[in-house]
T-cell receptor, first 114, second 115 residues
Framework: AQSVAQPEDQVNVAEGNPLTVKCTYS??????LFWYVQYPNRGLQFLLK??????LVKGSYGFEAEFNKSQTSFHLKKPSALVSDSALYFCAVSPPSGNTPLVFGKGTRLSVIA | DADVTQTPRNRITKTGKRIMLECSQT?????MYWYRQDPGLGLRLIYY???????NKGEISDGYSVSRQAQAKFSLSLESAIPNQTALYFC??????????????FGEGSRLTVL
């Protein structure tokens, strides 16, 4: 069965600094990996995904994520954080078969301080 | 209009009452899901349906039931609500084709409080 770990409940970063939100996964075979963001009182919004190909994937709002197969990681990154990036971020994984639903991590709350 | 619509958005009820949360979608997706969000626990899957005749239990299905009335409608029921079912509930949809790799599209959530 697949699983996702987000080791940090909270990440604090100063505005303008780079940010990283960590995610590690466990799945049989090659994974499909996703990042979602949740703003207060809203549903989850899709940010980006890794399916195959280039290990660095780019997504919405200037976010990118790096897939590392040897470390089974898929960390979310942004070169320069904005206060408006403050939100709850979820990593999710599914096997390529597509026969089971996405499994989510517990989420990491990002606070960007002005 | 939202692609995935949940009703009601907020509901306060009492222990023992029957509650139904409804979800409808205009995305034309075949797959629908109900997740529950609790602080510190992330999203946990309650039930999912890959087509109208397909219903599957998720990680935490006890105390819940679902109905897939049509491809576009998927409702979640709590037959006898209890306080630990107080949570934020999300409906989501997806599809899986050569070009669509199964990412989920979420509704805005239904906040349920059971007193």
């Amino acid at each position: 069965a697949q699983s996702v770990a987000q080791p940090e409940d909270q990440v604090n970063v100063a505005e303008g600094n780079p940010l990283t939100v960590k995610c590690t996964y466990s799945v049989s075979g090659n994974p499909y990996l996703f990042w979602y963001v949740q703003y207060p009182n809203r549903g989850l919004q899709f940010l980006l995904k890794y399916i195959t190909g280039d290990n660095l994937v780019k997504g919405s709002y200037g976010f990118e994520a790096e897939f590392n197969k040897s470390q089974t990681s898929f960390h979310l990154k942004k070169p320069s954080a904005l206060v408006s990036d403050s939100a709850l971020y979820f990593c999710a994984v599914s096997p390529p078969s597509g026969n089971t639903p996405l499994v989510f991590g517990k989420g990491t709350r990002l606070s960007v301080i002005a | 209009d939202a692609d995935v619509t949940q009703t009601p958005r907020n509901r306060i009820t009492k222990t023992g009452k029957r509650i139904m949360l409804e979800c409808s979608q205009t995305k034309g997706h075949d797959r629908m899901y109900w997740y529950r969000q609790d602080p510190g626990l992330g999203l946990r899957l309650i039930y999912y349906s890959f087509d109208v005749k397909d219903i599957n239990k998720g990680e935490i299905s006890d105390g819940y039931s679902v109905s897939r009335q049509a491809q576009a409608k998927f409702s979640l029921s709590l037959e006898s609500a209890i306080p630990n079912q107080t949570a934020l509930y999300f409906c989501a949809t997806s599809t899986r084709t050569y070009t669509n790799t199964g990412e989920l599209f979420f509704g805005e959530g239904s906040r349920l409080t059971v007193l």
